[in-house]
C-alpha cells in the first residue's frame, strides 16, 4: 500500500518495483485513477524523506527530466533500499 501525491491529492493505490520500472496502481475508489510508470533508466536519485514534515514514511524519486515523484509508504526504508539497489546495477 502507498500514497502518491498528485499536486494535493494523495493517492492511496500500490506500488511496483520490478528491474525494468516503478509503477503506482491507484484504487479505483480515487479521483485520479491513471496508472504511473518510469523505467529505472528515467530514475536519478531515490530520497528517503518525511511526509508532512514529521512521518518518516516518504520516497522521493527524482527524474532524469528534473521532475520529481513523491510517495508514502511505511516501508519505505525497504523500498529506498530497494530502488538504490536497481539503480546501482545499471550503473556497474
Known amino acids: 500500500m502507498a500514497n502518491r501525491y498528485v ?11 520490478t528491474d525494468q ?6 484504487h479505483s475508489a480515487n479521483v485520479q485513477t491513471s496508472t504511473w510508470k ?7 536519485e531515490v ?7 514529521f512521518l ?8 532524469t527530466s528534473g521532475e520529481a515523484e513523491q510517495f508514502a509508504t ?5 523500498w529506498c533500499e530497494a530502488m538504490r539497489s536497481f539503480l ?3 550503473e556497474e
Open 7 to 17: 499536486g494535493t491529492e494523495a493517492v492511496g493505490g500500490r506500488l511496483f518495483l
Open 21 to 26: 520500472h516503478v509503477r503506482f496502481e491507484p
Open 38 to 44: 518510469a523505467p529505472l533508466s528515467d530514475i536519478r
Open 47 to 53: 530520497e528517503a524523506t518525511r511526509t508532512f514534515g
Open 56 to 63: 518518516p514514511n516518504g520516497v522521493v524519486l527524482k527524474l
Open 74 to 78: 511505511w516501508n519505505r526504508d525497504a
Open 88 to 90: 546501482d546495477e545499471r
